[in-house]
Protein backbone atom coordinates (compact mmCIF):
# COMPACT_ATOMS: atom_id res chain seq x y z
CA UNK A 1 0.00 0.00 0.00
CA UNK A 2 2.84 2.34 0.75
CA UNK A 3 4.53 1.37 -2.64
CA UNK A 4 1.04 2.12 -4.27
CA UNK A 5 0.74 5.69 -2.90
CA UNK A 6 4.31 6.70 -3.33
CA UNK A 7 3.92 5.57 -7.22
CA UNK A 8 0.96 7.60 -7.58
CA UNK A 9 2.26 10.79 -6.01
CA UNK A 10 5.18 10.94 -8.32
CA UNK A 11 2.97 10.79 -11.46
CA UNK A 12 0.72 13.07 -10.22
CA UNK A 13 4.01 15.29 -9.75
CA UNK A 14 4.77 14.57 -13.29
CA UNK A 15 1.22 15.29 -14.27
CA UNK A 16 1.34 18.54 -12.80
CA UNK A 17 4.50 19.50 -12.54
CA UNK A 18 6.80 21.88 -10.65
CA UNK A 19 5.56 25.57 -9.18
CA UNK A 20 7.65 28.30 -10.01
CA UNK A 21 7.47 31.16 -7.12
CA UNK A 22 9.27 34.34 -7.24
CA UNK A 23 11.92 32.47 -10.01
CA UNK A 24 12.76 29.50 -7.66
CA UNK A 25 11.56 26.48 -8.76
CA UNK A 26 10.30 23.80 -6.16
CA UNK A 27 8.43 20.29 -6.20
CA UNK A 28 4.67 20.38 -5.20
CA UNK A 29 3.64 19.56 -1.93
CA UNK A 30 1.16 16.44 -1.12
CA UNK A 31 -1.56 18.81 0.33
CA UNK A 32 -1.05 20.82 -3.01
CA UNK A 33 -1.16 17.47 -5.11
CA UNK A 34 -3.96 16.21 -3.20
CA UNK A 35 -5.86 19.82 -4.03
CA UNK A 36 -5.24 19.96 -7.75
CA UNK A 37 -5.98 15.67 -7.72
CA UNK A 38 -9.22 16.20 -5.97
CA UNK A 39 -10.25 11.90 -5.98
CA UNK A 40 -9.43 9.03 -4.03
CA UNK A 41 -6.40 7.57 -4.00
CA UNK A 42 -5.33 4.80 -5.51
CA UNK A 43 -5.38 1.93 -2.63
CA UNK A 44 -8.77 3.05 -1.02
CA UNK A 45 -9.51 2.41 -5.16
CA UNK A 46 -8.54 -0.49 -4.90
CA UNK A 47 -9.97 -1.25 -1.81
CA UNK A 48 -13.75 0.11 -2.63
CA UNK A 49 -13.35 -2.50 -6.00
CA UNK A 50 -12.69 -5.26 -4.14
CA UNK A 51 -15.87 -5.00 -1.89
CA UNK A 52 -17.71 -4.58 -5.42
CA UNK A 53 -16.44 -7.77 -6.43
CA UNK A 54 -16.96 -9.87 -3.24
CA UNK A 55 -20.97 -8.29 -3.47
CA UNK A 56 -20.95 -9.19 -7.45
CA UNK A 57 -19.86 -12.66 -6.26
CA UNK A 58 -22.06 -13.48 -3.71
CA UNK A 59 -24.50 -12.48 -5.59
CA UNK A 60 -24.15 -15.08 -8.44
CA UNK A 61 -25.66 -18.27 -8.60
CA UNK A 62 -24.35 -21.79 -6.54
CA UNK A 63 -23.75 -23.53 -9.69
CA UNK A 64 -21.21 -20.10 -10.62
CA UNK A 65 -17.01 -21.66 -11.25
CA UNK A 66 -16.45 -18.68 -10.25
CA UNK A 67 -19.29 -18.63 -6.81
CA UNK A 68 -17.43 -22.18 -6.17
CA UNK A 69 -14.01 -20.98 -6.45
CA UNK A 70 -15.01 -18.05 -4.10
CA UNK A 71 -16.37 -20.30 -1.24
CA UNK A 72 -13.88 -23.22 -1.08
CA UNK A 73 -11.99 -23.55 2.34
CA UNK A 74 -8.61 -25.15 1.39
CA UNK A 75 -7.23 -27.89 4.14
CA UNK A 76 -3.64 -27.58 5.29
CA UNK A 77 -0.83 -24.95 6.15
CA UNK A 78 0.50 -22.43 3.87
CA UNK A 79 3.92 -23.08 2.16
CA UNK A 80 6.31 -21.20 4.55
CA UNK A 81 7.54 -18.41 1.88
CA UNK A 82 3.41 -18.34 0.86
CA UNK A 83 0.96 -15.05 1.51
CA UNK A 84 0.28 -14.08 4.64
CA UNK A 85 -3.31 -13.50 3.77
CA UNK A 86 -5.29 -14.49 1.79
CA UNK A 87 -7.17 -12.49 -0.46
CA UNK A 88 -10.46 -12.50 1.31
CA UNK A 89 -9.06 -12.30 4.97
CA UNK A 90 -7.38 -9.15 3.89
CA UNK A 91 -10.66 -7.90 2.45
CA UNK A 92 -12.43 -8.90 5.72
CA UNK A 93 -9.59 -6.93 7.62
CA UNK A 94 -10.31 -3.97 5.69
CA UNK A 95 -14.13 -4.31 6.98
CA UNK A 96 -13.23 -3.99 10.26
Not at 19 to 31: A, C, E, L, S
Request: hydrophobic share 35%; proline share 1%; charged share 40%.
Amino acid sequence: MKRLGTWEREILRRIHGSVVKQGIWRVRTDQELWELYNDLDIVADIKKKSFELIGHVARMDQRNTVKKAFEIKPEGGRRRKSCRLRWLEDVEKDLR
